[in-house]
C-alpha cells in the first residue's frame, strides 16, 4: 500500500511484526517482515520505523508501507497449482515464489504440470515432518539479518540492573 500525502503534516505509525515474522500453522511458513519506505518528493528515500510519533511529511511524499501478510496456513504443497498461477497473473506471486509452493510457472502464470508434480515430490523427499507452528528463524538469526531486511537494526535486549533493597 502506498500514501500520498497531499499536504505537509505529522503521521504516526503503530504497525507489528517488524522484527519476529508472523507464524505460520498447519505446515505453513511464516510470513515475511514488515519495512516502510518514506520516499520524497526529491526522489530520496528513507527507511521509517514500524512505529513511530510525529514523523514529519511533505506534500507530494510517498509512504510505501510494505507489509508482512500473515504467516501461512497448511501445507504449501497442497495448494492448487491453478491458484498460484492466477495469484502470478495478478501481480501476488512471482513465478520465483510459486516455487515455494512447489510450482512451476512462467511469468505469464503458466504452469508446467510435470515439472511441478516432479519439483513438489523432490520437496516432499527431502522435507521432513511438517510442525503445527513455525516459528521462522531463531532470534540471533533475525537481529543478524534485520538491517538488510528492514533496513532497522534490530531492537536492543533490555538490561536489568540489581533490585534495590526496599527501604
Request: negative net charge; charged residues 25%.
Amino acid at each position: 500500500m502506498t500514501y500520498r500525502f497531499l499536504a505537509d503534516g505529522n503521521i504516526a505509525i503503530h504497525d507489528d511484526r517488524w522484527f519476529v515474522p508472523p507464524w505460520g500453522v498447519n505446515g505453513g511458513h511464516p510470513g515475511a517482515r514488515a519495512k516502510k519506505l518514506l520516499e520524497r518528493a526529491d526522489g530520496s528515500t528513507t527507511v521509517v520505523g514500524n512505529k513511530i510519533e510525529d514523523g514529519e511529511v511533505k506534500e507530494g511524499d510517498l509512504l510505501h508501507f510494505i507489509t508482512w501478510g500473515g504467516g501461512g496456513w497448511g501445507d504449501p504443497l497442497e495448494r492448487d497449482p491453478e491458484l498460484v498461477s492466477l495469484e502470478i497473473r495478478q501481480g501476488l506471486v512471482t513465478p520465483g515464489g510459486a516455487r515455494d509452493y512447489g510450482v512451476v510457472a512462467d511469468e505469464d502464470g503458466v504452469s508446467d504440470a510435470g515439472e511441478t508434480e516432479a519439483l513438489r515430490a523432490d520437496m516432499i523427499a527431502s522435507r521432513g515432518e511438517l510442525p503445527l507452528f513455525d516459528y521462522g528463524p531463531s532470534i540471533e538469526t533475525l537481529r543478524e539479518t534485520c538491517v538488510h531486511e528492514t533496513g532497522l537494526p534490530a531492537p536492543q535486549q533490555p538490561q536489568w540492573g540489581p533490585k534495590k533493597a526496599a527501604a
